[in-house]
């Protein structure tokens, strides 16, 4: 920061002598003030939402404290309230998200960056960016009338194949876990192809180069030099489907079966907190009722945080890794 | 034509400006009969076009939240208040909310059991479903009621409001009558514990799992299930007859009750004496505060609260509703002068 600071006085010698009307006239200032302000709005919002959650959730957090999130009964009629539920179908759901999403989503971009012939490559980038605005409800519809009865007819498949873990246990109505982590990949492998092609097609032309000068093959080249190189970008991709998931609630509230209850198996129903808030909040019961709903607003806050912190570690752990 | 145009605007400008001032009146709550509300605030509208009421339909825990804080001018609960509700309108305001019946409506158990168009539901069997004790459409309780009928030996999934709702108010209340293994472990509430089940958001929510999922059981309004053409069981009465929920079922239920209405209107017709009475009927209510401070809503209201009683019932069957029984519209006649 002070090194910047120098740089720029050195770099306008007459600088300091110069008045402030002058400074300002000649713009760079001014940009500084206006860019700073528009920065700073970034942290008043996000700071007068924690606020907001923060105060309009004591009622909650004075009668529950940390109970809160390691109870598991919702009763609104008998104001009990407990997270835990809608956190594990959020973070359960945004797994199965990630687990299908990931592979998908970066195999395709690979293909579009690196191997497609451009006409192919720049349709399907075009269809794919129509896709990422389709809006969330339109998903949830897909997931009810196409998704959740096709998944029914796979069911017999998936358990011969998988039914002796306990993910896939019980019986199964279609309406479940599994379908709002199935609708959520959907959801988010449109963000991670169209980032992750991006940062692909940015990484330099003397890597590729370098790496097929050395008798790499084409696959090789792209497997072992473009995508480690452009690795922080497919990441940064992945966190923004991350947030999504963990925050997507229309779609999911039509395909998780809304039961606050928690079940090992995907087969079973769930629900998650965004989904909670969306149903409950307009017709809430009480002042409880809304203070634990407003507190669940903060619980999922904090779970993105913690949640992105713990990705953010986990790459930077493997990078500087690969890097030695 | 844009000359015309630009005529024809300025023209409804300036007649837009020479109207009396009108009296708006802002209402919510109840979505069951928001149909039946906006077709009589339209027509009250066209009759008397110096009051225009504007009414929401947030739900009956929405009306009542909304008119406790004072946010609208009145509010609309397919429950009554209670007594704690009713105390914290006091409290806050100084003066009471009365409770005005409009309609009367029912609540019915749709299914989807392939094959199956028509079931008969005991209380027993309503209540053993939807806690969770009846797990199978072979049940014995469900199976004796329905001789000939050729049902699954499938699991029962039950659908239910993930949200507060009115319907679940009747619901639940009627179930706590008829079974006090309910009432002990569930109770009545527009928001239960549910000990089993999957939620659906709204009327359409519930219907469309019920019709998504086989072997499922929800409830919803009447007028819903007839108009979404979704199959609904009959449900046996305290007089022991399976009864289709209709226009003169709903009303013979409310016959009972209206001989013996309390002055605050706040009466559950859930599970009424009558041979002929559907079991899962109710009012539903307008709720408007006892003190009104601007002179003109108050005439606002109180007019239209006498024109509802008296033009508006003529109104309510085009829309399967059942009307008001004679003596609960002479008893809110009476009560239209608490408004103050």
């Known amino acids: ?324 | 034509m844009t000359r015309n145009f630009i005529g024809a605007t300025v023209a409804v400008a300036l007649l837009a400006g020479l109207t009396p001032a009108q009296t708006l009146i802002n209402g919510a709550g109840a979505s069951f009969p928001y149909p039946m509300y906006s077709k009589w605030f339209d027509s009250y509208h066209k009759k008397f076009p110096a009051f225009q009421f504007n009414y929401q339909s947030i739900g009956s825990s929405g009306g009542i939240k909304q008119v406790t804080e004072g946010t609208v001018d009145f509010g609309a609960s397919d429950g009554p208040l209670t007594d704690d509700q009713l105390k914290a309108y006091r409290d806050k305001h100084g003066s009471g909310l009365l409770h005005f019946p409009t309609v009367l409506g029912a609540v019915v158990p749709i299914f989807h059991v392939n094959g199956v168009s028509q079931l008969n539901f005991t209380p027993e069997a309503l209540a053993g479903i939807f806690l969770g004790k009846i797990t199978k459409w072979d049940d014995p309780e469900l199976t004796k009621a329905n001789a000939g009928v050729k049902l699954p030996s499938a699991n029962i999934v039950v659908v239910h409001r993930a949200e507060g709702s009115g319907t679940t108010y009747v619901w639940t209340d009627y179930l706590s009558k008829v079974s006090p293994d309910w009432k002990g472990k569930v109770g009545v509430s527009a928001t239960p514990n549910w000990p089993v089940g999957l939620g659906g958001k709204g009327s359409e929510g519930v219907s469309g799992q019920v019709k998504q999922v086989p072997n499922s059981i929800g409830y919803v309004e009447l007028i819903y299930a007839i108009q979404n053409k979704i199959a609904y069981g009959k449900v046996r009465n305290s007089s022991g007859q399976f009864i289709q929920a209709s226009l003169a079922s709903v009303t013979s239920a409310a016959g009972k009750a209206a001989k013996t209405m309390p002055e605050d209107f706040r009466v559950s017709i859930t599970n009424a004496e009558g041979s002929d009475a559907f079991p899962i009927s109710t009012f539903t209510w307008l709720l408007i505060p006892e003190k009104i401070a601007d002179a003109g809503k108050k005439k606002a209201i109180t007019d239209f609260l006498k024109w509802m009683l008296t033009d508006g019932q003529n109104m309510t069957e085009a829309l399967d509703y059942a009307k008001l029984p004679k003596l609960v519209v002479d008893k809110e006649m009476k009560a239209i002068a608490k408004i103050q």
Do not use: C
């Not at chain 1, 594990?88 to 592979?103: E, K, R």
């Not at chain 1, 940064?236 to 998931?245: C, D, K, T």
């Not at chain 1, 963990?246 to 907190?273: C, H, K, W």
């Open chain 1, 1 to 324: 920061m002070s090194a910047t600071t120098t740089t720029a006085i050195e770099g306008r010698p007459k600088g300091r002598a110069q008045s402030f009307q002058q400074r300002l006239k000649s713009g760079d200032d001014l940009a500084y003030a206006i860019t700073f302000l528009a920065a700073l709005t970034i942290l008043a919002i996000t700071a007068l939402l924690v606020y907001e959650l923060y105060v309009n959730s004591a009622l909650s957090r004075q009668k529950f404290g940390w109970a809160f999130f390691y109870t598991k009964t919702w009763d609104p009629s008998g104001e009990q309230f407990g997270a835990l539920p809608f956190v594990y179908g959020t973070v359960v759901t945004s797994a199965v998200a990630l687990l299908m999403g990931i592979p998908l989503g970066v195999g395709a971009a690979i293909f579009l960056a690196e191997l497609a012939p451009p006409g192919i490559s720049s349709a399907l980038t075009f269809l794919i960016e129509l896709l990422a605005a389709v809006p969330s409800v339109i998903f949830g519809m897909l997931g009810i009338f196409i998704l959740v009865p096709t998944l029914v007819k796979l069911e017999g498949p998936i358990r011969n194949t998988l039914g002796w873990t306990p993910l896939f246990q019980g019986p199964f109505y279609g309406l479940s876990l599994l379908a709002a982590g199935v609708v959520l990949s959907l959801m988010i492998i449109p963000f991670i192809i169209s980032i992750s092609r991006e940062v692909i097609l940015a990484v330099p032309n003397d890597q590729r180069e370098a790496a097929l000068a050395l008798g790499a093959t084409r696959w090789e080249a792209t497997w072992d030099v473009v995508v480690p190189f452009a690795y922080k970008g497919i990441t940064g991709s992945i966190f923004l489907a991350l947030a999504r998931a963990l925050g997507e609630t229309m779609a999911v509230t039509m395909v998780i079966g809304n039961d606050p209850r928690i079940n090992t198996s995907l087969f079973a129903p769930g629900y998650s907190i965004a989904a909670v808030i969306a149903n409950e909040f307009a017709e809430a019961s009480g002042n409880m009722h809304t203070s634990a709903l407003v507190e669940l607003g903060l619980v999922l806050f904090a779970l993105t945080i913690v949640i992105n912190g713990a990705a953010r570690l986990l790459v930077a752990g493997a990078s500087s890794k690969a890097g030695t």
